[in-house]
């Protein structure tokens, strides 16, 4: 009897997994992240943290719902076997995990078997995901920040270490609660969790509503950015060619059209570490090229002087290269030792803090004020090409990734909420792609076209999405939520920081996105009338 459960289990098991495997359609593995892998920029890891968690509920839910429909089938075919059909399987698993408990069977399995365990990470393989989040290739626009902030933009860029790493800190406290016997345990799971718990019980779903939202924002803006910085740096690569910057833009995305037939994004991650890689060598050549200038550095061009009107966008700039908030609930519960997330998120943060200011203010003495917006643009023809080139490849190649995160954001929340769906599934019986759901995706991929055409201009929009989303999900939300779950238990001062923080914050926000806005306003109806 023994022997035939075993065989029983596995063969459902193996069909289960198979099944899976067809309908987990654009589900982003987490494998890649464990091992390092993780996407060279903050949008990239955001994207993978947040779809991984989506992928093991939903794996997980698919597969308590195969098995109980297995051992239902069963049941009606042999019901002199209902003993072992009970057996089998617990019909009273649902996808959203209620139920009782699997006990253990007589062979000494247990629900292990039938849940998949999520490989624990070390403190420095969270620290490699961390690093890559906030040291991509929008460090690039770092320079152009301190053009218009001087000193002060070297301390926003310290300033903003320093506070997303207390954010980050706090967001992960307000996963904890106390339970009765005084233990600290862990009782939410995600950001989303998070803004719902403050909003309840009057409205127990919208922060869950907002973060989202902010969400889908800073993806789809990403891969405007992604488009708007490949037209760019191949027009200034090839400046005697008679291709425009949209004309550039265009041909980027029609590379960029096949991501919305892609089922998985094995073939793409593979060579995220390449892209990580490529990115580093590619800011080493920057800082040796900067050094080799160092007897023509233009240190009387910094100043204590700030120009009103587009600094508030540099501090969107500098806010946008440190936000991933969205990601770290994951990260810190994938924690072999969830002890040492605040050792690595110190040492991460003082890492990118003099890495960042370093290379900012090194390549702003090298071109003063001829800084243009992408710094590779300043470098001399012959290594602009090469340079450029690289990073065009990066961020074509870095595009799927929040890419799919967004994809996967609106369509659990408008196709794959059971009766809550605002529209029917994407996906059929078969697991293949419906039509609108192609529609969708090949909808999402022109939308950025559209934009990266009519607001051609990289730091406008990276300044615009730091002030909206980067300061609302790093300085607003973490610093209110804390002050809601925790108010009871916080000292003076932390009280102090968090109110601090979301003044600041707020204010940064605002005078940004009025200014960002202003530019880009300014820029769509030059597009539009040219």
């Known amino acids: 009897m023994a022997t035939l459960i075993r065989s029983k289990l596995s063969n459902k098991l193996s069909n289960a997994a198979t099944t899976v495997s067809n309908k987990s359609q654009a589900k982003v593995s987490g494998m890649f992240a464990r091992m390092g892998f993780q996407a060279a920029t903050d949008e990239e890891a955001l994207g993978f943290a947040a779809c991984d968690d989506l992928d093991y509920d939903h794996r997980q839910g698919m597969q308590m719902d195969i098995l109980a429909a297995d051992d239902k089938a069963a049941a009606e075919g042999g019901g002199g076997e209902g003993g072992d059909a009970g057996l089998d399987g617990d019909s009273h698993y649902q996808r959203d995990g209620t139920g009782p408990s699997r006990s253990s069977s007589k062979d000494g399995g247990s629900n292990n078997e039938l849940s998949e365990d999520k490989p624990k990470i070390t403190a420095w393989e969270a620290g490699w995901n961390v690093t890559n989040a906030i040291q991509g290739m929008f460090v690039l626009g770092l320079p152009y920040a301190i053009l218009h902030g001087g000193y002060l933009g070297l301390f926003l860029i310290i300033f903003a270490a320093v506070v997303c790493c207390y954010t980050g800190k706090i967001l992960i406290a307000c996963l904890y609660e106390e339970d009765e016997d005084g233990r600290v345990v862990r009782v939410r799971d995600s950001y989303v969790d998070i803004a719902n718990a403050c909003g309840a019980p009057r409205f127990p779903s919208l922060g869950g509503h907002v973060v989202n939202v902010a969400q889908i924002i800073e993806l789809v803006m990403t891969c405007i950015l992604y488009v708007v910085v490949s037209g760019n740096l191949m027009y200034n690569s090839f400046p005697n060619m008679p291709i425009s910057q949209k004309s550039w833009a265009i041909i980027a995305t029609a590379a960029l059209l096949p991501c919305a037939f892609l089922k998985n994004l094995k073939a793409v991650s593979k060579f995220s570490l390449l892209c990580t890689l490529a990115h580093f060598v590619i800011n080493v050549l920057v800082i040796a090229y900067c050094l080799s200038r160092a007897r023509v550095w233009a240190w009387d061009k910094v100043k204590f002087y700030i120009d009103v009107k587009k600094f508030p966008i540099s ?41 960042k200011g370093l290379f900012a203010l090194v390549a702003y003495l090298t071109w003063a004020d ?14 602009r090409a090469v340079v450029n080139i690289f990073l065009v490849a990066k961020a074509l190649l870095s595009y799927p990734l929040p890419f799919f995160a967004a994809v996967e954001v609106l369509e659990k929340s408008f196709f794959q909420e059971g009766g809550r769906a605002f529209f029917p599934d994407c996906y059929g019986g078969d697991g293949r792609l419906k039509s609108w759901g192609l529609s969708l995706r090949c909808g999402l991929v022109v939308f950025t076209l559209l934009m990266a055409i009519y607001v051609p201009h990289f730091a406008l929009l990276m300044g615009l999405t730091g002030s909206l989303t980067g300061a609302g999900l790093c300085f607003l939300l973490p610093s209110l939520f804390h002050l809601k779950l925790l108010w009871r238990k916080l000292q003076w001062h932390q009280v102090f920081f968090d109110v601090a923080i979301f003044v600041i914050g707020g204010i940064c926000s605002i005078s940004g996105f009025i200014h960002s806005m202003e530019g880009l306003v300014e820029a769509f109806k030059y597009n539009i009338e040219e």
């Open 315 to 355: 501090i969107g700039i500098i806010v946008f290269s440190y936000t991933s908030q969205i990601f770290l609930p994951s990260l810190e519960g994938n924690m072999q030792k969830p002890s040492e997330f605040h050792c690595m998120m110190n040492w991460t943060h003082i890492a990118a803090c003099i890495l």
């Open 370 to 383: 001829a800084t243009k917006e992408v710094i590779t643009d300043n470098l001399p023809p012959g290594i």
